[in-house]
């Protein structure tokens, strides 16, 4: 295959029809994308396209190509424009089709004849030879077969007053201009303009016959040229005036033009322009006037400044060693990078220097405007001897700083510098205080002057202000150790800095003076002058010790609690050490100058349970004090440090529930029960509590004896009271015990009294005061339990409040969970000294809930229902703080017992739980999913504000709820379509009636309870019922525990707690809802102590429906119990807005 021809020249176009100003403009439209559906015949040579002018219409535009010289050239260009020939449009198809990739396939398809061999290295050399021929060619020459060399050649331009339109005089032109433009090779070896312009750089022919390299160099010189303001040419366009080049690359230009053989060349001749190697260095000569150099020509007239003597500034240029006059130099750039300056008026030693021979030189960068248009005007400046002294004092420094200056001769000498001193003063005072100041010390001989250590705006006196950034930069940051050391630059937003002036106390005088002080003063050009006593800083030896006391107070409950620190022997101010804690402070500074570490783990955790008291407490200003319900806080509090003193109340108290050896009570004579071991510990502990007048929750597991363990307590208290009386009398045995349950439990409280405390004078109360009409005086005389229902106790607070109690007991005691119910007013009020909360679920939604027991039993303990919920909930809950849940245990252990079945009964039998899932039949599915798809529409809009919605919400969720039991719960006419549940739950009766077994069956909703009735009726089985309609509960029960009925149908609500129904050992729970605890509650009624079989609970959940997410959201939540009462894994408790969008959600 034939080699390919160079790109760069079988793509050249001769246009030698067009000229410069067509070509320049048709290059602008083919920029433009003016130019379209071009073709080409390299047969014919025609070229064919249309180009967009400025008419409507594209003009239709010809080019007649033909080879030459292994190339192409236009001989005619024809357009339909006005112009018709070799118009700007045909430049446009030229210039596009050697873009153009079909085009430019058929331009670089070389003619047969055209295809010849070539060897850009010569013929005959050997391969190594061809590869290093290019490195030993002579620099400036230009490679063998590149094309026709260019040159840009140069012309200076002597200066001519010139007035612009507007009548302004017009500063390039008033100065001497330096210009240049291309040229080329001529025939006869001699460099001529030719056809090559700025303009004409880029056209195809130039490209194509020209030395790439130097076209290429042409148009970066070019460019940089068209980064000023505006190309200066002549009114020929062919020159290009360089005092105004912006390009900095200016000076790299030219020194590459050597290496690629681009010569100089200057317009008069072929002497090559001159570039100096080195910069020119442009300064100020002083020198005193009437010396020879400054001495007046002969015959010239003495200036009357001049006749005075004084000084004379100068300007100088030097170019490589030798000075140039001022005044024959002219600028390049804008602003000035580089001077030029002809010969004869300035010479290079040891340079041949024809006549009209150019240099150029850069300039030293640095040189301010100011300086260089002084410099360039060549005139001298006289200064009077008068003004001699203020020269070199005032001026003579802040010029030196900005232009180098030099002494003519002896007869002036050029002052010293002053050097400046960078000098610190710090002025210790007491308590750890130390002001410092800063200024710059300029030394000049023996004078010294102050300046300020950062400029004012307006100052423009004399300062070494590289020397003060030397010195600085050497100083560093000091504001790194002591933030107070440093200021920002510029109102806030600058970079920091040395502040000029700083005061400093406590531990910033103590890392300054330890750890910045030492570096100043082995900094170089810094003086450091102290004033005042300076504080022996060191380190404690010991750890700090904490000391801790309580102190009785008027109230009695609350104690002053103490706490003092001491560091070897001296008191440390508690006040001070938290509040550097509460400030994130590593150490601590004592007035003698000791300090100690702060970042010790019994310091933090001291500073957390401090916090902790206050948060807690009502009043934060008040002084500090601890409850004797806050054992847990004490016992903390107590393992960080020395326990001084003790009230002894509270020794008394706290102690014993601290260390674990409360010794109770004796087990009273008159208590018809064996406690097992657990019971008696609850015995012991219950009268503890008592006796110290703290209350507690008794949180056992249900069926584990919770009444007994009660009892046994107010047999013991019965006993002690008759002890302290010294008789045997009951009539005067002391104040009863109040104890108030649900309605439904009263009647068994009354008789679990009868039945293990039967020495005790028991009075159920079934009625209000007011109704039954007797007097609570009479009706309570010489009675040891009085027992009431939480709706009569409300109903008779004022009654009960008014006389006088050993204890109140609160069974089911999450009946007064809600902190802002009457029946917790009333529980909380009610005066008693002994106040105990008896539930086997002291929390089932959120932890407020658990506050409201506690602060009944233990007002102590949490007093504010907004403290509590900003230190323990919002964290536990919202955040699963697993920290403040741990805290919240221990604080609460002392003053609550629980038990798990598990862990105390051995022999109770096992608890079999399983869930039936029931398939609804498709009738059943049917109704439910189209209800299912309204309520859902209706409810997820509501969500986002469920306070305001709850109503509404929990209406649907009910309806579904029902929906999901018996379609006719909700409307009588469906009364056709079979419960699925129903079917389910007969199906398990009939088998377990067969065998004997007994079974409890559990509902939300009686009318669901009213449906499964209406089935036994008609499958003849037996069974009770009960319900919150109930009116003889006592008789239902006993009814099933003594009878042979195998069911029992119970509403939750009215009988999932304080009943014993261990004859059965079957439990179905028939519509599951998310609080586990009341589920609990309903299976416990069975699996209790004096079980004896297996207990099998079968939970019915309908699928697909809102059971099944139910059930999901139970498991969920669930935790929160066992969070707080054992400690597993983190869950919120109440029901969000987040849980009620899942149940609807599909």
């Not at 967009?52 to 219409?57: L, Q």
């Not at 096992?910 to 999913?929: A, D, G, M, T």
Request: with cysteine; charged share 20%.
């Amino acid at each position: 295959m034939p080699s390919q021809p160079d790109e760069s020249t079988a793509l050249a176009i001769q246009t030698p029809a067009i000229n410069d100003r067509s070509l320049a403009a048709g290059l602008a439209y083919a920029m433009g994308s003016r130019v379209s559906g071009i073709s080409f015949d390299a047969a014919t040579g025609l070229m064919l396209g249309k180009v967009r002018g400025g008419a409507d219409v594209p003009y239709s535009t010809t080019a007649k190509l033909v080879r030459k010289g292994g190339g192409w050239s236009c001989t005619v260009g024809v357009c339909s424009c006005p112009v018709r020939k070799d118009c700007k449009h045909v430049a446009a198809l030229l210039f596009a089709a050697e873009d153009s990739p079909a085009i430019r396939v058929q331009l670089l398809t070389p003619s047969t004849s055209a295809q010849v061999s070539r060897n850009p290295s010569g013929p005959g050399l050997s391969d190594w030879e061809q590869a290093l021929s290019p490195l030993i060619s002579q620099p400036g020459t230009a490679p063998s077969g590149a094309g026709v060399p260019l040159a840009l050649q140069f012309e200076v331009e002597e200066p001519a007053p010139h007035f612009s339109y507007t009548g302004r005089r017009d500063p390039l032109r008033s100065v001497r201009q330096l210009k240049a433009r291309p040229v080329i090779m001529g025939a006869k070896g001699k460099w001529i303009r030719g056809d090559v312009s700025w303009t004409t750089l880029n056209y195809l022919n130039f490209r194509r016959e020209c030395n790439p390299a130097h076209v290429e160099w042409m148009q970066e010189f070019l460019a940089g040229h068209s980064a000023a303001a505006g190309r200066t040419y002549n009114s020929s366009g062919f020159w290009l005036g360089l005092n105004s080049y912006a390009g900095k690359n200016l000076w790299s230009l030219l020194a590459d033009a050597r290496k690629i053989g681009l010569a100089l060349v200057h317009s008069r001749g072929s002497e090559p322009v001159r570039l100096a190697e080195v910069p020119a260095a442009v300064g100020l000569n002083l020198g005193r006037y009437g010396t020879p150099a400054t001495e007046p020509a002969a015959g010239a007239p003495a200036t009357e400044q001049a006749s005075d003597g004084g000084l004379e500034l100068a300007p100088t240029i030097t170019v490589e060693g030798a000075e140039v006059d001022p005044a024959s130099v002219g600028t390049i750039g804008r602003p000035a990078h580089g001077i030029f300056f002809t010969s004869g008026e300035a010479s290079l030693p040891g340079v041949p220097d024809p006549d009209g021979t150019i240099t150029l030189a850069p300039l030293e960068s640095g040189l301010s405007e100011e300086l260089l248009a002084f410099v360039t005007a060549g005139s001298t400046l006289h200064i009077p001897a008068k003004d001699e002294s203020r020269f070199l004092t005032g001026f003579y420094p802040k010029l030196k700083q900005t232009a180098r200056v030099t002494a003519r001769d002896e007869s002036v000498e050029l002052p010293a510098l002053a050097v400046p001193t960078l000098s610190l003063l710090a002025n210790y005072g007491a308590d750890h205080r130390v002001r410092l100041h800063w200024e710059w010390h300029y030394k000049t001989g023996t004078m010294v002057t102050a300046q300020p250590l950062w400029r004012h705006p307006g100052d423009h006196g004399y300062r070494d202000d590289a020397a003060e950034a030397r010195i600085l930069e050497g100083v560093g940051q000091p504001w790194d150790t002591v933030p107070a050391l440093g200021e920002s630059a510029t109102d806030g937003w600058g970079t920091p800095r040395l502040a000029a002036s700083a005061e400093l106390k406590g531990l910033d005088t103590l890392a300054f003076t330890e750890e910045v002080l030492p570096r100043l003063r082995e900094a170089p050009d810094v003086e450091v002058d102290t004033v005042g006593e300076i504080a022996e800083y060191r380190e404690a030896e010991e750890a700090p010790v904490v000391s801790i006391s309580t102190k009785a107070t008027e109230q009695r409950d609350w104690f002053d609690l103490g706490i003092q620190i001491s560091l070897e022997g001296q008191p440390v101010s508690f006040a001070a050490v938290f509040s550097a804690l509460a400030a994130g402070q590593t150490k601590m500074l004592l007035p003698s100058g000791a300090y100690f570490s702060l970042d010790l783990p019994e310091l933090h955790q001291l500073r957390a349970l401090i916090e902790e008291a206050r948060s807690l407490q009502d009043n934060k200003d008040a002084p500090l004090q601890i409850s004797r319900f806050q054992a847990g806080l004490w016992d903390e509090l107590a393992q960080l440090g020395v326990v001084d003193e003790q009230a002894a109340a509270w020794r008394s108290a706290v102690g014993g529930l601290l260390e674990g050896g409360m010794d109770g009570l004796p087990l009273p004579d008159t208590l018809n029960a064996d406690l097992r071991p657990y019971q008696l510990e609850g015995f012991n502990w219950l009268t503890f509590l008592y006796r110290h007048s703290l209350g507690g929750i008794l949180a056992d597991d249900m069926g584990l004896g919770k009444t007994v363990q009660a009892l046994a307590l107010m047999c013991a208290a019965k006993e002690l009271s008759l002890a302290a009386a010294g008789q045997d009398s009951a009539s005067d045995a002391g104040a009863p015990f109040l104890v108030v349950a649900p309605t439904s439990v009263v009647g068994n409280w009354a008789a679990e009294a009868a039945r293990f405390a039967p020495g005790l004078k028991v009075h159920a109360v079934s009625e209000t005061f007011g109704k039954s009409g007797q007097d609570p005086a009479v009706v309570l005389a010489g009675v040891d339990i009085v027992i009431t229902s939480y709706a009569l106790f409300r109903i008779d607070y004022e009654t009960y409040a008014s006389r006088t109690w050993s204890g109140l007991v609160l069974d089911e005691a999450q009946f007064v969970k809600n902190h802002q119910s009457k029946a917790y007013q009333c529980a909380r009020k009610l005066p008693a000294a002994f106040k105990l909360a008896i539930t086997g679920t002291p929390l089932e939604n959120n932890l407020m809930e658990f506050w409201a027991l506690t602060s009944i039993v233990a007002p102590g303990l949490f007093s504010s229902p907004k403290r509590f919920a900003e230190y323990y909930q919002k964290p536990v809950e919202k955040n699963g703080d697993r920290a403040q849940l741990d805290k919240l245990r221990r604080r609460v252990r002392p003053l609550m017992m629980r038990r798990t079945k598990d862990q105390v009964i051995k022999d109770l039998p096992p608890k079999q739980e399983q869930i039936l899932e029931v398939v609804l039949n498709p009738r059943h599915q049917k109704v439910y999913q189209t209800h299912l798809q309204r309520e859902r529409q209706k409810i997820l809009g509501l969500i986002e504000d469920v306070n305001k919605n709850r109503f509404t919400i929990f209406q649907s969720l009910t309806l579904l709820r029902q929906l999901s039991l018996d379609a006719s719960l909700i409307d009588p006419s469906l009364s056709g379509v079979r419960s699925s549940k129903l079917d389910v739950l007969f199906e398990q009766l009939e088998d377990l009636v067969a065998e004997g077994h007994r079974a409890l069956i559990f509902s939300q909703f009686t009318g669901f309870l009213g449906k499964v009735r209406e089935r036994l009726d008609e499958e003849k089985i037996e069974y009770c019922y009960l319900d919150g309609g109930t009116r003889n509960r006592a008789d239902v029960v006993n009814e099933f525990k003594n009878g042979s009925a195998p069911v029992f149908l119970i509403s939750l609500k009215a009988g999932g707690f304080g009943l014993n129904l261990t004859e059965a050992d079957y439990v179905f729970l028939l519509d599951p809802w998310w609080n586990p605890a009341s589920e609990a509650q309903a299976v416990d009624r069975t699996h209790r102590i004096g079980q004896a079989r297996n207990v099998m609970v079968y939970r019915l959940v309908a699928k697909d429906t809102i059971e099944e997410k139910v059930m999901a959201l139970k498991a969920r939540k669930s935790q929160l119990f066992s969070d707080v009462m054992e400690g597993d894994a983190l869950a919120g408790g109440a029901i969000t807005a987040e849980d009620l969008a899942g149940l609807f959600q599909e």
